[in-house]
């Protein structure tokens, strides 16, 4: 598999206009206005009156016109109980969001990012079997194996436990482990012989040389993958059911699949709303400062296996 | 003077320990949560092993999935397969050739394209689950009470809450709407290489943007295409296409929903209420083994063709 970071759209000068790509400007505009309309909309509603006897029957919410703040409300009114009935408030749910995201994440690029510098940097065939198995990790593609693997996590006892999920994510496996094997092949040796020449040991190298030249990389994977963790809530919804997560706890609300506070919250759009512009915020905060990270330039080729 | 590149270390025992030390995890971790997990869902499904279900053969759960039955649902497994099949479809008839043009407008720079590369790359940032919360908010209160408003009629169809092909059509149009940003983005960086001159070449020869795209564009992005098409394939019987964020396990009034759906939501449905050993693992284990035994020789089979008869990258 080819993959490689590059920098992108220089030395590209704007092009002219002309019917085929006015067509496809249009389709764009109609994105962006049916985007546009669901984000405004989203901030309208959650600023508009709980009450459900205020928007009962009233499209748009147009008999509200008066400006409600609920984001402090809804950290009183959501809540959930675990198997042991133990609360646990929104601040214990964002708490455990932020554990598991930023937890899952670091592992999930540190562990390939790893395993990558040992199979490019090093002349062993153990490095070579190990690049084999990533790859075929990666082209077979594998159906129904959750439940064993959930089997396999409740026996070891992970089941339930921030460390124990986090340590089930912290696979080399993916497209970053590639990603992160080009970068380290394609630096040149120099650097590495000089540090050895002035005596530095296997550790120095890698974390005074090889670390600091592979640290964007790096840091453009990593928020990719806590935008992912932060998203996720399909694992904690099975691996952690008695410590929730504020995407399961947000999915719980628009499928009304279990209770997520006072009975005024459930099927209430007013606080679903707020509870989405919470756990928008933090990777939109992100989004804003690391843009050009997150949409720096991924290249991928074809494969070849 | 040549620049060495790819001289490795690998001469020392030191350096073998080291080695060795980084792979340590990696290898522990890959040994138990890929090699043992794939060897005990041959275990599950073949009934084998300390949690096999006594009074069943090796062959049982087996034979329902072949029979197309389920031991908890009354539909048969070849619709799901169906299902799966016709929505893989559907999807990749309207995101592919999408994302394709989307990326063309952006990686040649006409009007507006960072803007449009900025909003076709924000819903991959919020997450599906909070794109659905916004647009089941919107379509089940305000946009039913709207129509109903407006056309002085209770019969207002639901577009998430009626029968299965509208609805699915309308799941399938929010997938895609939601899933442009990543391949969009692989896609314009991919035509971005492409030569100025190239295109100034072209333009000198009098073509037009038209078959700027179909003749110099798509043949150059075409192993990036093909790459996408065979994880998209890949993903044929894992993919919920968003079912299950929109309705958890009830979509009775859909029916049974593609095979990733059917065997997420079979197994969550336990998992949630703590049970870790329940007979429907074996089931969905034995499903996930036939389908893994369908889908293996198709992707390998159309990464053949598209590697054989596809052009090249030049």
Redesign the interface.
């Known amino acids: 598999?080819k993959i490689k970071l590059?920098k992108?759209?220089q030395?590209?000068?704007?092009?002219k206009?002309?019917?085929?790509?006015v067509i496809?400007?249009g389709?764009?505009i109609l994105?962006?206005i049916?985007?546009f309309a669901?984000?405004a909309?989203?901030v309208f509603?959650a600023t508009r009156s709980a009450k459900l006897t205020d928007?009962s029957?009233?499209?748009?919410?147009m008999k509200n016109k008066n400006f409600y703040f609920h984001l402090g409300e809804i950290f009183n009114k959501v809540y959930s109980f675990n198997?042991q009935g133990q609360k646990s408030t929104l601040f214990d749910i964002l708490g455990n969001s932020i554990i598991y995201s930023i937890g899952s994440a670091f592992l999930k690029t540190l562990?390939?990012c790893?395993?990558a510098?040992?199979c490019?940097?090093?002349?062993?065939k153990?490095?070579k079997v190990?690049y084999t198995?990533v790859l075929l990790?990666m082209?077979?593609?594998?159906?129904?194996?959750?439940?064993?693997?959930?089997?396999?996590a409740?026996g070891?006892g992970l089941?339930n436990s921030l460390p124990g999920v986090i340590?089930?994510k912290?696979?080399?496996?993916g497209l970053y482990f590639f990603v992160m094997y080009t970068t380290f092949?394609?630096?040149?040796?120099?650097y590495?012989?000089a540090a050895r020449i002035d005596g530095a040991?296997?550790?120095q190298i890698l974390f005074k040389i090889a670390f600091p030249l592979i640290k964007n990389v790096f840091l453009t994977i990593l928020l990719i993958n806590f935008?992912t963790f932060?998203?996720?809530?399909?694992t904690p919804?099975?691996?952690l059911?008695d410590k929730p997560t504020l995407?399961f706890t947000?999915?719980k609300?628009?499928?009304a699949?279990g209770a997520v506070g006072d009975s005024d919250v459930s099927n209430n759009?007013v606080y679903?709303?707020n509870?989405?512009i919470l756990?928008?915020a933090p990777?939109?905060i992100l989004?804003s400062i690391f843009?050009d990270k997150?949409?720096g330039?991924?290249?991928?080729?074809?494969?070849k296996g | 003077m040549a620049?060495?590149?790819?001289?490795?270390?690998?001469n020392s025992k030191?350096?073998?320990a080291?080695?060795?030390l980084?792979?340590a995890?990696?290898?522990l971790?890959?040994a138990?949560?890929?090699i043992?997990?794939?060897i005990?869902?041959f275990?599950?499904a073949f009934n084998y092993g300390p949690?096999a279900v006594p009074n069943q053969d090796a062959f049982y759960y087996f034979r329902q999935v072949f029979a197309y039955e389920s031991t908890t649902n009354s539909y048969p497994y070849l619709k799901s397969a169906l299902i799966s099949v016709i929505l893989w479809l559907c999807s990749s008839a309207i995101s592919i050739p999408?994302a394709l043009?989307?990326a063309?407008?952006i990686?040649?720079?006409?009007?507006?394209s960072k803007?449009?590369?900025?909003?076709?790359?924000?819903?991959s940032?919020?997450?599906?689950?909070?794109?659905?919360?916004?647009?089941?908010?919107?379509n089940d209160?305000?946009?039913t009470?709207?129509l109903i408003?407006q056309t002085q009629s209770l019969d207002v169809p639901n577009l998430l809450n009626i029968y299965e092909v509208k609805t699915y059509i309308t799941i399938i149009l929010f997938d895609c709407?939601i899933g442009?940003g990543t391949t969009t983005?692989?896609y314009s960086?991919?035509m971005?290489?492409i030569s100025?001159e190239i295109?100034e070449a072209a333009q000198l020869d009098g073509i037009?943007?038209?078959r700027e795209?179909f003749n110099i564009v798509l043949p150059f992005t075409f192993?990036?295409l093909?790459?996408f098409l065979?994880t998209g394939l890949?993903?044929?019987?894992?993919n919920q296409y968003s079912l299950?964020?929109?309705?958890?396990s009830s979509i009775a009034k859909l029916g049974p929903g593609p095979?990733?759906y059917v065997?997420?939501s079979n197994?969550?449905g336990p998992?949630?209420q703590?049970i870790?050993?329940s007979a429907?693992?074996?089931q969905?284990?034995a499903?996930?083994?036939v389908?893994?035994a369908v889908?293996?020789p198709l992707?390998f089979g159309t990464?053949y063709l598209l590697?054989r008869f596809g052009p090249k990258?030049r």
């Open positions: 598999m590059k992108d759209h030395n590209v000068r704007r092009s206009l002309s019917i085929f790509p496809i400007m389709i764009l994105y962006a049916v985007l669901l984000l909309y989203t509603v928007f029957g009233s499209y748009f919410y198997s562990v390939p790893l395993a510098y040992a490019a940097r090093f002349n062993f153990t490095g190990v198995a990790a082209i077979i593609p594998i159906v129904g194996s959750l439940p064993s693997e959930l089997k396999v409740y070891l089941v340590m089930l912290a696979n080399m496996l092949k394609s630096m040149p040796n120099d590495f012989e040991n296997n550790f935008v932060w998203n996720d809530y399909q919804m099975v691996y059911r995407g947000l999915w609300m628009i499928t699949a759009a679903a709303l509870m989405v756990s928008s990777v939109l989004f843009k997150f949409m330039s991924l290249t991928m080729g074809g494969v | 620049r060495r590149r790819h001289k490795k270390s690998g030191k350096d073998l080291f080695h060795l980084l792979l995890w990696p290898v971790q890959f138990v949560f890929y043992y997990v794939n005990n869902s275990a599950l949690d999408l043009l989307f063309y407008f990686s040649r720079r006409f009007l507006g803007f449009f590369r900025f909003i076709l790359f924000l819903p940032i919020l997450s599906a689950t909070v794109m659905i919360a916004i647009f089941k908010k919107f209160i305000d946009l009470y709207f408003e709407f442009f983005l692989i960086n991919k971005s290489e100025p295109f037009n943007r038209f795209f192993p990036t093909s790459t065979i890949a993903s044929l019987f894992v299950f964020t929109f309705f958890g095979i990733g065997i997420y197994i969550q998992a949630t703590g870790y050993n429907e693992y074996h969905m284990a499903l996930g083994l389908c893994t889908i293996v992707v990464r590697e990258e």
